[in-house]
């Protein structure tokens, strides 16, 4: 029997290295060929590694969480005679071809067209370097943390202008005096020059020995750390403030009522949500800043004349984006047709990246747990998001009389950096006469 190593696959283009989400196999299984292995996310996506041929698993290489370099050694395999013998980690030619097939699990909405222009220097140069949202891999991350390194601060020399590990380890920071005399430098402040402090590291205190069987530890990983990573960078980049409103549904409750049997004809399961987003992008119409998105590294407002609205699904994974695209271009029924597939498909797993990325504008509906507001986080890098609240059953005035009606809350946030608070109040009640007055949504129907 003699053994050989498996390497990590060139995954896609620009990508070097990935994350270890979960081990389909452990040491001792026996594997056909194409069985599935190991999940690796990417910045790009999540794949599935499968066997490249039939043997049993000697050993894999990388925890949960880890990162995991291409071309470097992924698992070894014990196969029959005459297979090759271990293969070399300076011969990645060897062996068969490794495969990554299947599966694309996640892609980070809306950021693609926003991050094609990255900025660069030297730091030779005397030009202070700043890039607001610099790329890099959690490994890279963790190591700036380490020596307390500003990563916006760090010329990039990896592909597509990440930063990289080396990067980090020889930065060496501009003098003051160098980087005072930027003019209009982020950096540039009446007190220093100085980076940012990294953030503290949070640490657990070890429990009492009476405590440590009750407690259970995961990888922090996948696309948990993904989500983390969006809504963190989302609210210490946005200025968010959040605008909260009641609307009267009564008529949209009635008017879907009535639709719902000729949607069921059609194969369609009609909820509220097709009608949101048709009266979200009759609104995004009339309020374009809305629907733009702010180009940092251009200083440019970048205004988007389609309009893909972004429906935020919760999965056994997560909170993700699916995306419904061209929604002023399509009916009622074939939105709801859309959200339904988008919505089944994320909660299986089964997302196709072009239906996770590109959106314009997010809904996010908190249904029978609606509460009484919220404040939804911006799906950066757009500018707003919409937050649906539960229906309930109150009193209203309408004609100068109390009568009972259906209400339902809106919470809408904002970056307030690109939208005022007057443009924002105008959006959210444009939306709302839109939902208590449904019959406009057909008379302005594009």
């Known amino acids: 029997m003699a053994r050989w190593e498996f390497k990590l696959p060139d995954i896609g283009e620009g990508v070097t290295e990935g994350e270890v989400v979960s081990w389909l196999v452990k040491p001792g299984d026996v594997v056909k060929e194409d069985q599935p292995m190991v999940e690796i996310m990417t910045d790009k996506a999540t794949v599935t590694i499968t066997a490249p041929k039939a043997g049993t698993i000697v050993e894999t290489r990388g925890k949960i969480g880890g990162i995991v370099l291409v071309h470097a050694p992924l698992v070894v395999f014990e196969l029959g005679g005459g297979a090759a ?30 991050r094609a222009s990255v900025p660069r220097a030297s730091s030779s140069s005397g030009t202070a370097y700043f890039n607001d949202k610099p790329l890099a891999t959690p490994a890279t991350r963790k190591v700036a943390r380490d020596r307390g390194v500003d990563l916006r601060v760090v010329p990039p020399t990896g592909p597509q202008g990440r930063v990289t590990k080396a990067d980090v380890e020889g930065y060496a920071p501009p003098s ?39 407690e259970e530890r995961i990888p922090f990983a996948g696309m948990r750390r993904k989500i983390a990573t969006k809504m963190a960078q989302s609210t210490q980049t946005a200025a968010h403030f959040t605008f909260v409103e009641e609307c009267d549904v009564t008529a949209l409750k009635a008017l879907r009522s009535r639709l719902k049997p000729a949607a069921e004809a059609q ?51 997560g909170l993700i ?120 949504l057909f008379l302005e129907m594009a």
């Open 85 to 114: 013998a271990i293969q070399a980690p300076t011969a990645p030619s060897e062996g068969p071809a490794a495969t990554a097939v299947g599966d694309i699990r996640e892609s980070l909405p809306g950021i693609t067209s926003l």
């Open 176 to 214: 003051s005096s160098s980087a005072s005399a930027q003019s209009g430098s982020p950096l540039a402040t009446s007190s220093s020059a100085a980076p940012a402090p990294a953030r503290d590291t949070v640490k657990i205190t070890p429990p009492t020995a009476a405590h440590a069987a009750l």
């Open 267 to 317: 194969g369609v399961k009609l909820s509220f949500l097709p009608f949101i987003v048709k009266a979200t992008v009759a609104a995004l119409k009339k309020h374009p800043i809305l629907n733009s998105a702010l180009d940092e590294s251009t200083q440019e407002i970048v205004y988007r004349k389609y309009f893909n609205i972004g429906i935020a699904a919760s999965t056994d994974a």
């Open 321 to 440: 984006v699916p995306v419904v695209r061209d929604c002023d271009r399509k009916s009622i029924i074939d939105i709801a047709r859309d959200i339904e597939r988008v919505a089944s498909d994320a909660k299986a797993g089964k997302s196709k990246v072009e239906d996770l990325s590109g959106s314009t504008f997010t809904i996010t509906s908190l249904g029978s747990q609606g509460g009484l507001f919220a404040t939804p986080i911006i799906n950066f890098p757009e500018v707003g998001i919409l937050g649906v609240h539960q229906i309930k059953t109150k009193p209203v005035v309408r004609d100068g009389s109390i009568v009972i009606g259906d209400v339902m809350l809106l919470s809408l946030s904002f970056d307030h950096r690109i939208v005022d608070g007057h443009v924002g109040a105008a959006f959210a009640y444009e939306i709302i006469g839109y939902l208590q007055d449904p019959d406009r």
